[in-house]
């Protein structure tokens, strides 16, 4: 079975300051892992996905990821923060064989401050 | 491309009420999902389509909740009689390839069900 912790609920960072969201996994197989974020009264929109390529990840609006099979982690940064990043952040395993069966974490709400 | 639709985007009801929403995927897209998000907690499964046939509905409570997917376009997720632990933002996805385990869900701005 497939489970997603994200071990900050909350996170509050200053604008122009790097930005770290934790994601740790479990999966009996080797995973698909994603990250979405949510906009308030918005639809999630994928920021990035790994699919057992490249362990670094590039996504939109600067964020990247980077999976780490021995740590079992899939952490987001971003080098410098923007009010716009203000968000819901969920990270997101997928068992590589069975194709769509998303499994997502509790997520992160990040906060960013002037 | 237009983005997957849902309506309506509020709905506040009475417990014991029935309520229905409704899908409408991006186009060409045979895979569609029903996710509940209760209040800070994030989406979990309700049913996933294939065209028009259920592949996983294991997390759908039978007893109240049901959907359909005519046609293999539209989707409908009802709710008959609502309970107050209801109340959550029940959202749709669709994605476009069937065993592809590379697949981005493309999700809608949700519905935020308000049970009273």
């Known amino acids: 079975a497939q489970s997603v912790t994200q071990l900050d609920s909350h996170v509050s960072v200053s604008e122009g300051t790097p930005v770290l969201l934790r994601c740790n996994y479990s999966?009996?197989?080797?995973?698909?892992l994603f990250w979405y974020v949510q906009h308030p009264n918005k639809g999630l929109q994928l920021l990035l996905k790994?699919?057992?390529?490249?362990?670094l990840v590039k996504g939109i609006n600067g964020f990247e990821a980077e999976f780490k099979k021995s740590e079992t982690s899939f952490h987001l940064t971003k080098p410098s923060a923007h009010m716009s990043d203000a968000a819901e952040y969920f990270c997101?395993?997928?068992?590589?064989?069975?194709?769509?069966?998303?499994?997502f974490g509790p997520g992160t709400r990040l906060s960013v401050l002037p | 491309e237009a983005g997957v639709a849902q309506s309506p985007r509020y709905k506040i009801i009475e417990k014991r009420q029935s309520v229905a929403f409704w899908c409408n995927p991006i186009?060409?897209?045979?895979?569609l999902y029903w996710y509940q998000q209760i209040l800070g907690q994030g989406p979990k499964l309700l049913i996933q389509?294939?065209?028009?046939?259920?592949?996983?509905d294991s997390q759908l409570p039978k007893d109240r909740f049901s959907a359909e997917r005519l046609k293999g376009v539209d989707s409908t997720l009802k709710i008959q009689p609502a309970k107050l632990e209801d109340s959550a933002v029940y959202l749709c996805?669709?994605?476009?390839?069937?065993?592809?385990?590379?697949?981005?869900?493309?999700f809608g701005p949700g519905t935020r069900l308000t049970v009273l």
């Open positions: 996805a669709s994605s476009s390839s069937r065993v592809s385990s590379y697949n981005e869900q493309f």
């Open positions: 999966s009996s197989y080797s995973p698909s």
């Open positions: 790994y699919t057992s390529a490249a362990t």
């Open positions: 997101v395993v997928t068992p590589d064989n069975y194709g769509q069966n998303f499994v």
């Open positions: 186009s060409g897209h045979a895979t």
């Open positions: 389509f294939q065209n028009n046939g259920v592949v996983d």
